[in-house]
């Protein structure tokens, strides 16, 4: 009887912990580059996310060739030019929801929130710090974010040739909706 009770007991507890974890394998990233003679805007739906609703841990990870340009010769010189995607697979974001005491992930409800932690893109880590609105919903999480990432920062290199076609700055959106994990 006590082996059937211990397995009880840690079935919930395993099923409670697998509650606290959010993913999404579908998340939509899009960026966009306005430079003086060229806008250009590529859209990746296949970013995967992970949170930790207890902690407000996260993690992001997007696969760079999954992005899609209007022109395939932009995809072509995106990956091979700029984003040297066979060497850097993909960019990622590992970091925590900054104030998490204003968040209520449990209680549906619309909340501002702020991220800190660390993007890494084309091999290199940089501290970010974005903003964004958390919306609880019927067991769902959505989350929206807008944030500035600069191509130097991340030794991603614009020839002077096309300086006006490629913004150094570069929006980028996020759109997600994570579902509780199950294991």
């Not at 999404?24 to 966009?32: C, E, G, H, W, Y």
């Not at 060497?87 to 005491?101: C, E, M, Q, R, V």
Request: aromatic share 8%.
């Amino acid at each position: 009887m006590r082996i059937i009770l211990l397995s009880i007991m840690l079935l919930l507890g395993a099923a409670h912990v697998s509650a606290q974890k959010y993913f999404t394998r579908d998340a939509k990233v899009k960026f966009f580059s306005d430079a003086s003679l060229e806008k250009i805007e590529a859209v990746n739906k296949s970013g995967t996310g992970i949170l930790d609703v207890s902690t407000g841990q996260m993690e992001w990870k997007v696969l760079i060739k999954g992005f899609l340009f209007e022109k395939a010769l932009m995809q072509e010189h995106f990956n091979e030019n700029y984003m040297e995607s066979s060497k850097y697979p993909d960019a990622s974001f590992k970091g925590s929801i900054a104030n998490l005491n204003e968040v209520n992930l449990g209680k549906d409800g619309r909340y501002k929130a702020t991220v800190k932690g660390k993007m890494k893109i084309h091999g290199v880590e940089k501290d970010l710090e974005a903003t964004g609105t958390i919306t609880v919903k019927q067991g769902s999480i959505a989350i929206h974010s807008d944030f500035t990432v600069a191509c130097s920062d991340f030794n991603i290199k614009i020839e002077a040739a096309k300086v006006a076609n490629i913004a150094n700055e570069i929006k980028v959106t996020l759109d997600a909706t994570l579902q509780p994990l199950k294991k």
